[in-house]
């Protein structure tokens, strides 16, 4: 639902989606800044509250359900895809965003990520991409880089080397895939309008700093640079372009033309005639 | 003379035709008003290699598999040696066997059945389109003197479409197998059936608890195949949707209860369907549902364990991880049909529980019973359907707490879409107010309510079948209740009370009624089908047991019959 500021008419603020509850993140952490993204983004949107649920798994960025004033559900570590295609799939009426960070996602989560991409539920998963377990005090991630020493867990480094989530999105058949950077939440805002206004599966990747355990993180301010392109309905064309990328570009790469996996059903015949087929 | 039960095993490799024979065997005693039971034994490799069909029939209803097989018919000997020990045999029984196929294989020949021999290939191939399956089919029907016109009607339902010439090639097939057996007098005719009384069902135990989950309100679920859980999926699949829900296929076991789990916050009932291995990968979301006081229904069709075990075949040792196997103090409900067509009743009851309670709901089915089609009286229809304690007063002044400490545990639900309820349900410990707290207060607080909404719950009657008096009493759950249930009647023909006890609510325990149901008792026998005693030691846990226990346990795959449990309440007496 759009709502329109006139005179007489105000709509929602994004003071409006938040709780009373103080984020226990760290302070400087690139988390605060999406959250005032996702809390403009739903303003923006002007989305009823209780028609709106948010789902996550665990994790520091998977705490914003209680940050936020909707219907929420934090459940537990790598399933927050699952448990919101079962949301949006049992009632499609609703609005759907999902949170999370990159160990979340794409580690604990995989299986999950891959078939959300595939089956394309209209939903929006918003990705909090730091590289690091913050959680559990600063182990490597499947996005942190093989050659990163920091971590008590793998002191020579993880070995291997990382995934690309919007790469990896893409080659899943995520129907929308964006990249945004915390320390911007108006662009954030905007990522998320357009991807949940975009029907079908839409993936959000956005770095957000951890800097108590990745403290160079913070020079991501003068790394990024937009993508530079307009976004493409050609999953080949955003693949070829995301390749090229060196993983910092921001922007829209893909807006496709997907349709939206959502089983309709309706009620044909009554339970009595359905036993009536065991009659003897 | 005739007799009141006939045990058959149609037996053959894949693609013989011993399954469908069987079905059509059963499905014509129903039409005449007998009553049976139909098990198949099939290896794990789905198709090819060894099949048997197995089928009791008997004018009332029947409750497990014959002690014995009384007919054994054999399209081929082919790995037969693999499941001879699931086809006991006496000097009773008749074995049927095409010469054409080579001798009676020495470990079924040695229980010195009596043989017959009857050119099955032969016979079937003077007819044009014959096949074996119906010529054996019409020398069973012969044997058991089953009416033609009961097979008859099965042809034609099941080869309708196909046309006349395949229902002439079949019923030509039926007529020479018939005619080859209508003069050996084997006395196996069975008594004629009593066709009053309650309609009868034609029905698996899967199907009826996927029955179950529709009539209990039931209107999403989400699956991954695992046998000897799918056909309950198979069966959701079309018949949800024809009643408005939705069936999803999931990637894994545990997206299929975390999908639930979404439906259900959402508001919809939901059900999902596994087998050991599933139900391990469930796990720690079931907990989940616990904590955040979201109702979900669970079907375990246990199957040998641990690990893959045997997939295709029974037991109930899926027991343990279903009442202790989440971590943390995670109470939630463990109930178990007691036969194939209460497969419906429990998994309604189950919908129905978890809805009220606003909990996990774990139904422990078992192969026996899933992949069992019997002849059954129209099951017993529970009075229940889903109803979820809904919040009222959101528009009011105070916060809405989801999860209230009410006196009854249970907290009125918001689900989305109710303006004023928005909150976040939380697997992490939390207030209320639905807020995540480490506090010790709030933990005492949430773990005592979550247990006292069971606890002092009023589950009626329900709790458990109990039938039968006297001073010796048969404790059971599950598939095992049937071969109890006739041991017990055994033992009460001959002139001995006792009473049958099958525990239809495992988690939470009923000291009090369980108490009640066998006040006066001497002797207790536990019936179970697992290798560690997994129920006893659970009643031992839970239960003060009067005078003295016995226990009859042992592993699948192969089933309890009634006579081992009638010679084990024999030695006590």
Known sequence: ?280 | MTVDSVTIALVGSGGAGAMTAGQMLLDAAANVGWYGLMSRSTGPQIRGGEAAALVRLSPTPVHGPGDRFDIIIAFDWQNVERFAAELPLSDKSVIITDPSQGEVPAVLAASGAKQVELPIKELAGRIPGGRVNMVGLGAVAAIVGLPRAGIDAVIQKALGKKGDAAIQASNAGIDAGSKEAAGWNLGLELAAPNKEGATRWNISGNEAAGLGALKGGVKFCAAYPITPATEILEWLAPNLAKTGGKLVQAEDELASIAMCLGASFSGVPSITATAGPGLSLMTECIGLGVASETPVVIVDVQRGGPSTGIPTKSEQSDLNIAVYGLHGDAPHLVVGPTSIGDCLFTTQWAVHLAEALQTPAIVLSDQAMGQSRAIVDKPADAPHKANRLLATDLGGEGKYLRYANTESGVSPAAIPGMPGGEHTADGLEHAENALPSSQASDHQKQLDKRLRKLTSYDYGDAWADVEGEGEIAVVTWGSATGPSREAVRRLEAAGTKARLVAIRLISPVQPAKLAAALDGVSKVLVVEQTHGAQFHKFLRGHYDLPGKVSVFSRPGPLPIRAREVHETLLSLI
């Open chain 1, 1 to 280: 639902m759009d709502t329109h500021l006139t005179d007489d008419v105000v709509g929602p603020l994004p003071g409006d989606y938040k709780s009373d509850v103080k984020p226990i993140w760290c302070p400087g952490c690139g988390d605060y800044s999406v959250l005032a993204g996702i809390t403009r983004a739903m303003a923006t949107m002007g989305l009823e509250r209780h028609d709106t649920v948010v789902v996550s798994g665990i994790g520091c960025s998977s705490r914003i359900p209680a940050y936020t004033s909707v219907y929420g559900y934090h459940t537990v570590h790598g399933r927050s895809l699952a448990v919101a295609s079962g949301v949006k799939l049992a009632r499609p009426e609703l609005n759907v965003l999902i949170f999370g960070g990159d160990g979340d996602g794409f580690s604990i989560g995989g299986n999950h990520f891959l078939h959300a991409c595939r089956r394309n539920v209209d939903m929006t998963y918003i990705v909090m991409d730091n590289q690091v377990y913050g959680m559990t005090k600063g182990q490597a991630s499947p996005t942190t880089e093989a050659d990163w020493c920091e971590s008590k867990l793998t002191p020579e480094g993880p070995g291997v080397n990382p995934i690309q989530p919007v790469a990896l999105a893409l080659a899943c058949g995520a129907n929308f895939v964006a990249r945004g950077f915390s320390n911007n939440p108006n662009e954030v805002a905007r990522l998320i309008v357009e991807g949940v206004r975009h029907p079908g599966f839409s993936v959000i990747h956005i770095l957000s700093p951890c800097v108590t355990f990745r403290p160079e993180q913070r020079n991501w301010k003068s790394t990024v640079h937009p993508y530079g392109r307009e976004p493409t309905d050609d999953p080949n064309e955003a693949m070829r372009a995301v390749l090229e990328d060196d993983g910092f570009g921001l922007g829209i790469f893909l807006a496709g033309n997907r349709r939206p996996f959502q089983p309709e059903s309706a009620a044909t015949r009554s339970i009595a005639q359905i036993e009536e087929g065991f009659a003897v």
